[in-house]
């Protein structure tokens, strides 16, 4: 069965330091990834995803994911992050006819 | 458009007692799904239709959880009777998936059960 790791449970950082979270998954085949975010109060929205192509994939507000089928790796990054991003992020792995398995989330705290 | 709706938003029960989650996916989505997630922990999916049936419930206590979405639309979630483990946060979401291919999962809020 397939399983998502991430590596950070909590993450704390000052306004415009550069963010990198960590995500790796055990499935060997064609997978399907996303990095899904939920703000406070709010519900899970999905930030990125990657089905094929270009291995670097921008999402919305800023953040980016790469894709490195290798290191079974797709790390979230974001240049300088604001104190809005606070928030809890998941990473995602589906792979064709498998269910979504997530990860335990990494809570960031951006200090302003 | 409406995004996922749920209901209740909250519900708080004595073990051993039943309850019923509702669920209304966005117009058009043919997936549905239910997700548990305990406090700390991941989205874990407990079962996922298409259309009126049943793709993957190989995670879903089916001593005690049952689900279904009798005309492929709305869906309702049941524990029936609730543990103090159950306790959780019940997500519904959905997405178009017509066929093999995976699409993006919107979320609904979410009911946050407790178990006392």
């Known amino acids: 069965a397939q399983s998502v790791s991430q590596h950070n449970h909590h993450v704390i950082l000052s306004e415009a330091a550069s963010l990198e979270l960590g995500c790796n998954y055990s499935?060997?085949?064609?997978?399907?990834l996303f990095w899904y975010v939920q703000y406070p109060g709010q519900h899970l929205q999905l930030l990125l995803k990657?089905?094929?192509?270009?291995?670097l994939v921008k999402g919305i507000k800023g953040f980016e994911a790469e894709f490195i089928k290798s290191k079974f790796s797709f790390n979230l990054r974001k240049p300088s992050v604001q104190w809005s991003d606070t928030a809890e992020y998941f990473c995602?792995?589906?792979?064709?006819?498998?269910?979504?398995?997530f990860g335990a989330g990494t809570r960031l705290t951006v200090k302003p | 458009e409406a995004g996922v709706a749920q209901s209740p938003r909250y519900k708080i029960i004595e073990k051993r007692q039943s309850v019923a989650f509702w669920c209304n996916p966005i117009?058009?989505?043919?997936?549905l799904y239910w997700y548990q997630q305990i406090l700390g922990q991941g989205p874990k999916l407990l079962i996922q239709?298409?259309?009126?049936?049943?793709?993957?419930d190989s995670q879903l206590p089916k001593d005690r959880f049952s689900a279904e979405r009798l005309k492929g639309v709305d869906s309702t979630l049941k524990i029936q009777p609730a543990k103090l483990e159950d306790s959780a946060v019940y997500l519904c979401?959905?997405?178009?998936?017509?066929?093999?291919?995976?699409?993006?999962?919107?979320f609904g809020p979410g009911t946050r059960l407790t178990v006392t």
């Open positions: 995602a792995v589906n792979a064709p006819n498998n269910d979504m398995r």
């Open positions: 979401a959905s997405s178009y998936n017509r066929g093999p291919e995976v699409w993006e999962q919107y």
């Open positions: 117009s058009g989505h043919a997936t």
């Open positions: 239709f298409q259309n009126n049936g049943v793709v993957d």
């Open positions: 499935y060997g085949g064609t997978v399907n």
């Open positions: 990657y089905f094929s192509g270009d291995p």
